[in-house]
């Protein structure tokens, strides 16, 4: 919101629609949805006031960084649009002008577009403007068409970050699995850090035993085997991409094969 100076008496009355919209903004935010305002507590959505660091304007529902490089003005800290979704972010809930002031929401319901199919949303840095659904981010509450009412700050699924962890990289596109380790026959080996084209299926470990060697242990998408382990599992549903980690802390491979000894012994009717 902008900064409005007092009307004195006898001042010529001049209708500013700027600061009809700001007063309908700031009606709005009371309806059960401001930050210890009207609400008990301080239930509700959570909310701080910023103002846009950008010469265009920012559309309503984009997600925004808190931008660092700029100065605050006065409480208003300034934003710029989502360039990375591992710092703090929120979402501005109306359209603002370059400069302008208003609110960003950090914690509550709010509507976004959304494309894709999941239970949950989560910006990137490519497409600020538009959520992606999928198994991470914001809660869903609500969809319909390519508008969705997510909750921000509300609980998300549990993150497993050890060994074998899947996680969706958004921005390229790619499958990503930590390292891990993978015990064959009791030998026991660590297995490098992979990236998968995304594709529905189980993730396995893969090893290869062959004239008494094993191959190289590898990650893919297939079918569990006895020498293929499985530490997780991808859906692919159009533009949503789906993971799930199985919490694997070891990866067990064991193979075994007939004695040609006691094979031989069992046609000679003797023993080994």
Request: hydrophobic residues 40%.
């Amino acid at each position: 919101m902008a900064f409005y100076g007092d009307v004195m008496p006898g001042d010529e009355f001049r209708p500013s629609a700027a600061l009809a919209n700001d007063v309908r903004h700031f009606l709005n935010s009371l309806n059960g949805f401001g930050n210890n305002r009207l609400t008990p507590n301080g239930a509700g959505t959570v909310r701080i006031q910023i103002y846009n660091a950008l010469e265009n304007s920012l559309e309503a529902g984009t997600a925004v960084n808190f931008d660092d490089s700029s100065e605050m003005a006065g409480e208003a800290v300034p934003v710029k649009p989502l360039s990375d979704p591992r710092k703090p972010w929120g979402v501005i809930p109306h359209k603002l002008q370059a400069k302008e002031m208003g609110d960003c929401l950090i914690s509550g319901p709010v509507t976004v577009n959304v494309t894709g199919t999941g239970d949950y949303a989560q910006p990137s840095a490519s497409s600020p403007t538009t959520f992606t659904l999928g198994a991470e981010g914001a809660p869903m509450l609500f969809a319909y068409g390519a508008k969705a009412v997510i909750n921000l700050g509300a609980g998300t699924p549990e993150h497993y970050d050890g060994p074998f962890a899947l996680a969706y990289d958004a921005e390229r596109k790619m499958l990503k699995v930590k390292a891990g380790y993978l015990s064959r026959n009791g030998e026991f080996v660590a297995v490098p850090a992979a990236e998968l084209t995304p594709a529905t299926g189980l993730v396995c470990v893969t090893s290869e035993l062959g004239n008494g060697t094993w191959s190289e242990p590898v990650v893919g998408i297939g079918s569990p085997a006895t020498n293929r382990y499985p530490i997780g599992q991808c859906k692919v549903s159009g533009e949503s991409v789906t993971v799930t980690s199985f919490h694997v802390p070891v990866a067990i491979l064991i193979v075994t094969a007939l004695c040609p000894l006691s094979a031989k012994a069992d046609a000679e009717g003797g023993n080994a």
